[in-house]
């Protein structure tokens, strides 16, 4: 921990001993940059107390120099939070519950990486357990697809009409989207993009190039981010089954991608779902990756 991340900890640990001494909060979480390993010198602190009865309206102010950001939630807004990383129960005839964790994706990613504080110990511990982060993780990684699956459809059009501009500055959302996934698959919290790359495990990967590709004709320029959505989504759901012919796709580098719900395995280009078993899915992946570059 570099020293203004300890200025803000030894902060942050005060105004928190403060808090559950006085009465005004049951817990107090510490989120943002701070919990996040990532804090620096202009770095603020944010803090969520967890009260009862009506929630008040706190203001934010200076402390030992650090602004220090507070907020007041119920614990009835916590328990709703938790209650949607009990189950991934999304499926492709009833995507409602999809629609519910997409909007709370942001509210989840706090909760993900709150740290709660210990008014004993002085001590901070993360707010969630291992199955809710891996319902969190299961979660994030579905969503991270389905950015995907939208990017690789705007993908389908532009290039068909060779709006090579465009084509680039959806492949660069396309890039970010892709290290979120990979961060999420390994059970990191989908932090905004400038954090993301800090968090990733491997080497950053080469940028998507499209128009090289194109000009040839083909999509094999496309099957890396396949590749990268299947294994992202293959480390959350893993396939044992044995390897099966997939099904047929006419071009299966054209913009398909796979997408996993409760109900089974897809293989999406646009509104084209087509279901797959997992030997399908295997056998697929096989197909993008042979003879590709």
């Given at each position: 921990m570099n020293p203004s991340a300890q200025l803000r900890r030894a902060i942050a640990d005060k105004v928190a001993h403060g808090l559950l001494g006085s009465g005004?909060?049951?817990?107090?979480?510490?989120?943002?940059?701070?919990?996040?390993?990532?804090?620096?010198?202009?770095?603020?602190?944010?803090?969520?107390?967890?009260?009862?009865?009506?929630?008040?309206?706190?203001?934010?102010?200076?402390?030992?120099?650090?602004?220090?950001d507070l907020q007041a939630t119920a614990p009835q807004q916590v328990d709703e939070l938790r209650h949607l990383l009990s189950s991934f129960d999304v499926r492709r005839g009833d995507l409602e519950s999809f629609r519910l964790v997409r909007a709370a994706m942001h509210d989840l990613m706090c909760l993900r990486s709150a740290?709660?504080?210990?008014?004993?110990?002085?001590?901070?511990?993360?707010?969630?357990?291992?199955?809710?982060?891996?319902?969190?993780?299961?979660?994030?990684?579905?969503?991270?697809?389905?950015?995907?699956?939208?990017?690789?459809?705007?993908?389908?059009?532009?290039?068909?009409?060779?709006l090579a501009e465009s084509t680039l500055v959806v492949c660069r959302k396309l890039d970010t989207c892709l290290t979120a996934i990979e961060c999420?698959?390994?059970?990191?919290?989908?932090?905004?993009?400038?954090?993301?790359?800090?968090?990733a495990d491997a080497q950053p990967a080469r940028p998507i190039e499209p128009v090289r590709a194109h000009t040839a004709g083909a999509w094999q320029w496309f099957r890396p981010v396949q590749r990268r959505v299947t294994t992202a989504l293959l480390a959350?759901?893993?396939?044992?089954?044995?390897?099966?012919?997939?099904p047929d796709l006419g071009a299966p580098d054209e913009g398909w991608l796979p997408q996993r719900y409760a109900d089974g395995w897809f293989l999406r280009r646009g509104d084209v779902h087509i279901p797959a078993t997992g030997g399908e899915l295997l056998g697929w992946l096989s197909t993008i990756s042979a003879d590709s570059t």
């Amino acid at each position: 921990m570099n020293p203004s991340a300890q200025l803000r900890r030894a902060i942050a640990d005060k105004v928190a001993h403060g808090l559950l001494g006085s009465g005004k909060a049951r817990e107090v979480w510490l989120e943002g940059a701070l919990a996040c390993g990532f804090a620096h010198a202009a770095s603020d602190i944010d803090l969520r107390g967890i009260v009862d009865g009506e929630v008040p309206v706190w203001r934010s102010g200076v402390v030992d120099g650090v602004r220090v950001d507070l907020q007041a939630t119920a614990p009835q807004q916590v328990d709703e939070l938790r209650h949607l990383l009990s189950s991934f129960d999304v499926r492709r005839g009833d995507l409602e519950s999809f629609r519910l964790v997409r909007a709370a994706m942001h509210d989840l990613m706090c909760l993900r990486s709150a740290l709660s504080y210990s008014y004993r110990s002085g001590n901070w511990q993360p707010v969630l357990g291992p199955r809710e982060c891996q319902g969190y993780r299961h979660w994030a990684v579905a969503d991270q697809a389905e950015v995907a699956a939208s990017l690789a459809e705007d993908l389908t059009g532009l290039v068909a009409d060779g709006l090579a501009e465009s084509t680039l500055v959806v492949c660069r959302k396309l890039d970010t989207c892709l290290t979120a996934i990979e961060c999420a698959a390994a059970g990191h919290p989908v932090l905004g993009d400038k954090w993301l790359p800090l968090l990733a495990d491997a080497q950053p990967a080469r940028p998507i190039e499209p128009v090289r590709a194109h000009t040839a004709g083909a999509w094999q320029w496309f099957r890396p981010v396949q590749r990268r959505v299947t294994t992202a989504l293959l480390a959350c759901w893993p396939v044992d089954d044995p390897v099966r012919e997939p099904p047929d796709l006419g071009a299966p580098d054209e913009g398909w991608l796979p997408q996993r719900y409760a109900d089974g395995w897809f293989l999406r280009r646009g509104d084209v779902h087509i279901p797959a078993t997992g030997g399908e899915l295997l056998g697929w992946l096989s197909t993008i990756s042979a003879d590709s570059t």
